[in-house]
Protein backbone atom coordinates (compact mmCIF):
# COMPACT_ATOMS: atom_id res chain seq x y z
CA UNK A 1 0.00 0.00 0.00
CA UNK A 2 1.20 3.30 -0.65
CA UNK A 3 1.85 5.81 1.74
CA UNK A 4 -0.02 8.64 0.62
CA UNK A 5 -3.18 5.83 0.66
CA UNK A 6 -2.69 6.49 4.50
CA UNK A 7 -3.28 10.06 3.90
CA UNK A 8 -6.36 10.76 1.92
CA UNK A 9 -6.92 14.00 3.25
CA UNK A 10 -3.67 15.22 1.38
CA UNK A 11 -5.42 14.47 -1.95
CA UNK A 12 -8.19 17.01 -0.85
CA UNK A 13 -5.59 20.03 -0.51
CA UNK A 14 -5.49 21.12 -4.50
CA UNK A 15 -2.12 20.72 -5.40
CA UNK A 16 -1.36 24.59 -5.47
CA UNK A 17 -1.64 24.86 -1.78
CA UNK A 18 0.50 21.64 -1.09
CA UNK A 19 3.59 22.72 -1.02
CA UNK A 20 5.44 21.44 2.01
CA UNK A 21 4.91 18.69 5.16
CA UNK A 22 6.70 19.20 8.57
CA UNK A 23 7.03 15.89 9.93
CA UNK A 24 8.27 13.98 12.89
CA UNK A 25 11.50 11.66 12.69
CA UNK A 26 9.31 8.75 13.96
CA UNK A 27 9.37 5.47 11.93
CA UNK A 28 6.35 6.39 10.68
CA UNK A 29 7.11 8.59 7.99
CA UNK A 30 9.29 6.29 6.52
CA UNK A 31 7.73 6.81 3.38
CA UNK A 32 7.96 10.40 2.66
CA UNK A 33 9.63 9.90 -0.67
CA UNK A 34 6.59 8.26 -1.87
CA UNK A 35 4.45 11.09 -0.31
CA UNK A 36 7.12 13.79 -2.30
CA UNK A 37 6.74 11.97 -5.78
CA UNK A 38 3.05 11.21 -5.79
CA UNK A 39 1.57 14.94 -4.19
CA UNK A 40 4.53 17.03 -5.34
CA UNK A 41 5.31 18.38 -1.67
CA UNK A 42 8.29 19.01 -0.05
CA UNK A 43 8.72 16.94 3.25
CA UNK A 44 11.07 18.35 6.08
CA UNK A 45 11.44 17.04 9.44
CA UNK A 46 11.94 18.66 13.09
CA UNK A 47 15.03 18.56 14.56
CA UNK A 48 15.04 15.93 17.50
CA UNK A 49 13.62 17.05 21.09
CA UNK A 50 12.90 20.78 19.73
CA UNK A 51 8.93 20.93 19.60
CA UNK A 52 9.11 24.43 19.63
CA UNK A 53 9.73 23.93 15.84
CA UNK A 54 6.08 22.49 15.64
CA UNK A 55 4.08 24.60 18.03
CA UNK A 56 0.75 24.06 16.82
CA UNK A 57 1.40 20.64 16.05
CA UNK A 58 2.42 20.16 19.56
CA UNK A 59 -0.36 22.08 20.26
CA UNK A 60 -2.99 20.04 18.62
CA UNK A 61 -1.44 17.04 20.16
CA UNK A 62 -2.34 18.08 23.64
CA UNK A 63 -6.36 18.89 22.31
CA UNK A 64 -6.08 15.04 20.70
CA UNK A 65 -4.62 13.91 24.31
CA UNK A 66 -8.06 15.24 26.35
CA UNK A 67 -9.73 12.23 24.02
CA UNK A 68 -7.23 9.42 23.79
CA UNK A 69 -4.66 10.09 26.88
CA UNK A 70 -1.25 8.53 26.71
CA UNK A 71 -1.55 5.29 27.32
CA UNK A 72 -4.50 4.52 24.55
CA UNK A 73 -4.59 1.66 23.72
CA UNK A 74 -5.67 2.18 19.91
CA UNK A 75 -6.33 -1.02 18.66
CA UNK A 76 -9.02 -0.88 20.39
CA UNK A 77 -10.33 2.63 19.06
CA UNK A 78 -12.83 2.28 15.80
CA UNK A 79 -11.95 4.57 12.98
CA UNK A 80 -15.34 6.61 13.86
CA UNK A 81 -14.17 7.87 17.29
CA UNK A 82 -10.69 8.71 15.55
CA UNK A 83 -13.27 10.52 12.77
CA UNK A 84 -15.48 11.65 15.59
CA UNK A 85 -12.19 13.60 17.62
CA UNK A 86 -11.05 14.73 14.09
CA UNK A 87 -14.36 16.26 13.03
CA UNK A 88 -14.03 18.11 16.64
CA UNK A 89 -11.14 19.44 16.36
CA UNK A 90 -11.55 20.93 13.23
CA UNK A 91 -14.65 22.61 14.49
CA UNK A 92 -13.02 24.00 17.06
CA UNK A 93 -12.14 27.54 17.29
CA UNK A 94 -8.53 28.54 17.61
CA UNK A 95 -7.22 31.72 18.59
CA UNK A 96 -4.36 31.67 16.31
CA UNK A 97 -7.29 31.48 13.33
CA UNK A 98 -8.78 34.54 15.04
CA UNK A 99 -11.77 32.38 16.40
CA UNK A 100 -12.16 30.37 12.89
CA UNK A 101 -12.23 26.96 12.83
CA UNK A 102 -9.53 24.83 10.60
CA UNK A 103 -12.06 24.11 8.89
CA UNK A 104 -13.63 27.75 7.84
CA UNK A 105 -9.65 28.73 7.41
CA UNK A 106 -9.01 25.82 4.53
CA UNK A 107 -12.36 27.03 2.85
CA UNK A 108 -11.02 30.50 3.19
CA UNK A 109 -7.97 30.17 1.43
CA UNK A 110 -9.19 27.50 -0.68
CA UNK A 111 -12.86 27.54 -1.55
CA UNK A 112 -12.92 23.75 -1.04
CA UNK A 113 -15.07 22.40 1.53
CA UNK A 114 -13.51 19.12 3.39
CA UNK A 115 -16.01 16.37 4.06
CA UNK A 116 -16.41 15.81 7.72
Do not use: W
Not at 29 to 41: A, Q, S, T, W
Amino acid sequence: MRQSDHCPPYKDVPPEYRKTLTQDRGTENVGYKILEKELGISCFFAHPYCSHERGSNENTNGLFRRYFPKGTDFGKITDRQIARVEYLLNTRPRKRHCGLTPYEVFYQITGVALDS
